[in-house]
C-alpha cells in the first residue's frame, strides 16, 4: 500500500489476508587427517571467540555490500553469496524510547543492522495501535518526513484495513483471540552507491499476519518480501528517508503440517523476537 502521495515515496506493507586441488591419490594417515581436522575446529573456535570480544579486523570491512542480518555475515569483497559468520561488530545496546534499538554504528553494517530492526518495528503489531504507532515513526524515520507520515499512516491503519484483518476499530482483536502480526528478516545487502551518510538497504522478509484462537475466520498466514529502504545519518543514528515493498522471492513451500490456531498462538505468546545487529 503507497502511503503519502505528496510526501516520501514509503510504502507499508498491509497484508490483504494476508576435485580436490594438488592431485594425488593417497589417503592420509587416520592419524594424520585426525590431528588436521581438530586443528581446524581449535582454529575456528578461537577466530569465533575473537571476533565475539570485537577484537577482529575492521568491523565494516569484510562483508561490505552483502551479507544477512541475524548474526551478520562476511564475504570476501566483490563475490556473490556471503556465508554466515560473525563479524566481530557488537550489537548496539541502546534503545530508543519506543523499545527499538538504536546508537547503530555509522558504518555499511551498522545501516543493515538499523534497516533490519526497522522493518521488524514497521511489521509488529505495535503499528496497528496509534500511540504505538505514533512512538515507532518518531523513533526510526528522518524528523524531516516523519511528521508529514504520520497522518497518513493515520489513516492507512483505519477502517476498511483493519476490518479485512479481523481488528476492531482500535487495531484490538476480537475476544477470545490473538492478533500476530510479526516480520523476520532473513538477510540484508546494501544496494550500489551511497555515502557515508546515506544508504540504501535492502531487507529480505518473511512475515506471519492473522487472527489466531478458536473459531478465528482471518488464520495465520505467511508471506515473502523484500523492503527497500533509503536511510540518512541525522541526530547520530541512521533513520529512515523512505521505503518501497516487492514481493518475493519466496521459496517453495515445505509439506508440514498447519498448526492448530492455539499452537501458533501460544508460540507467538511464547517465542519472544530478536534484535537484529551485523
Known amino acids: 500500500m503507497s502511503l503519502g502521495q505528496d510526501g516520501p515515496p514509503t510504502r507499508t506493507r498491509m497484508p490483504e489476508g494476508h576435485g580436490a586441488h594438488g592431485g594425488g591419490t593417497r589417503r592420509p594417515q587416520p592419524r594424520r587427517a585426525l590431528v588436521t581436522v581438530v586443528g581446524v575446529v581449535v582454529l575456528l573456535i578461537a577466530a569465533l571467540a575473537f571476533a565475539n570480544r570485537g577484537g577482529g579486523p575492521s568491523a565494516d570491512g569484510a562483508g561490505e555490500g552483502s551479507g544477512t542480518a541475524s548474526g551478520g555475515s562476511t564475504g570476501s569483497r566483490g563475490s556473490g553469496a556471503a556465508p554466515t559468520a560473525p563479524t566481530g561488530q557488537k550489537p548496539v545496546?541502546?534503545?530508543?524510547?519506543?523499545?527499538?534499538?538504536?546508537?547503530?554504528?555509522?558504518?555499511?553494517?551498522?545501516?543493515?543492522?538499523?534497516?533490519?530492526?526497522?522493518?521488524?518495528?514497521?511489521?509488529?503489531?505495535?503499528?496497528?495501535?496509534?500511540?504505538?504507532?505514533?512512538a515507532i515513526v518518531g523513533a526510526i524515520y528522518d524528523p524531516a518526513v516523519s511528521a508529514a507520515l504520520q497522518a497518513d499512516l493515520d489513516r492507512a491503519y483505519?477502517?476498511?484495513?483493519?476490518?479485512?484483518?479481523?481488528l476492531s476499530a482500535d487495531g484490538t482483536a476480537p475476544a477470545g483471540l490473538t492478533f500476530v502480526s510479526r516480520t523476520v528478516p532473513?538477510?540484508?545487502?546494501?544496494?550500489?552507491?551511497?555515502?557515508?551518510?546515506?544508504?540504501?538497504?535492502?531487507?529480505?522478509?518473511?512475515?506471519?499476519?492473522?487472527?489466531?484462537?478458536?473459531?478465528?475466520?482471518?488464520?495465520?498466514?505467511?508471506?515473502?518480501?523484500?523492503?527497500?529502504?533509503?536511510?540518512?545519518?541525522?541526530?547520530?543514528?541512521?533513520?529512515?528517508?523512505?521505503?518501497?515493498?516487492?514481493?518475493?522471492?519466496a521459496p517453495v513451500a515445505a509439506d508440514n503440517q498447519a498448526a492448530s490456531a492455539d499452537e501458533i498462538a501460544g508460540a507467538v505468546r511464547d517465542y519472544g523476537g530478536f534484535t537484529y545487529a551485523r
Open 93 to 134: 545496546e541502546g534503545k530508543s524510547d519506543a523499545g527499538i534499538p538504536a546508537g547503530f554504528a555509522h558504518t555499511e553494517q551498522g545501516a543493515q543492522s538499523a534497516a533490519a530492526n526497522f522493518a521488524v518495528a514497521l511489521g509488529s503489531t505495535d503499528m496497528f495501535n496509534a500511540g504505538r504507532r505514533h
Open 158 to 166: 483505519s477502517g476498511a484495513t483493519l476490518k479485512s484483518l479481523g
Open 186 to 249: 532473513i538477510g540484508t545487502k546494501t544496494t550500489a552507491g551511497g555515502s557515508a551518510d546515506a544508504r540504501t538497504v535492502e531487507v529480505w522478509c518473511t512475515d506471519l499476519i492473522g487472527l489466531a484462537g478458536t473459531g478465528s475466520t482471518k488464520p495465520v498466514s505467511t508471506a515473502w518480501f523484500t523492503i527497500t529502504e533509503k536511510l540518512v545519518w541525522a541526530g547520530g543514528d541512521w533513520k529512515i528517508r523512505s521505503s518501497t515493498q516487492k514481493e518475493g522471492p
